[in-house]
């Protein structure tokens, strides 16, 4: 079993930057393909970004490409995703989550293992 536990959202001004932070336990994390997913109230969980467990084949959100970054540190068992250029459509609930695959793609929620209990990320208009 692979815990994840998600830190660094809050409150943001549009156009500023924060950068979420998901520590794994366990020894696997290097095997797992890594992504990002979002959700807001009434809507169902959108996938935001991906990484394969080499930190090769990043995919990403259309509506994030150009602003957010994905990226992930195995010796420290941490994936991070670097949001810049915030917007106020991207207020949402932030969840990280494992794939036990290893390759990244872009993501359905179906398709992932585990997930973290999700952090809040508000940004002001």
């Not at 809507?43 to 995919?59: L, M």
Request: hydrophobic content about 35%.
């Amino acid at each position: 079993q692979v815990q994840l536990v998600e830190s660094g959202g809050g409150l943001v001004q549009t156009g500023g930057s924060l950068r979420l932070s998901c520590v794994a336990s366990g020894r696997t994390f290097s095997t797992y393909a890594m992504a990002w997913f979002r959700q807001t109230p009434g809507k169902e969980r959108e996938f935001v970004a991906g990484i394969s467990w080499d930190g090769g084949r990043p995919y990403y959100a259309a509506s994030v490409t150009g602003r957010f970054t994905i990226s992930r540190d195995n010796a420290k068992n941490t994936v991070y995703l670097q949001m810049d250029s915030l917007k106020f459509e991207d207020t949402a609930v932030y969840y990280c989550a494992a794939n036990r695959g290893g390759l990244a793609y872009e993501f359905g929620p179906s398709d992932m293992h585990y997930w973290g209990e999700g952090i809040l990320v508000t940004v002001s208009s």
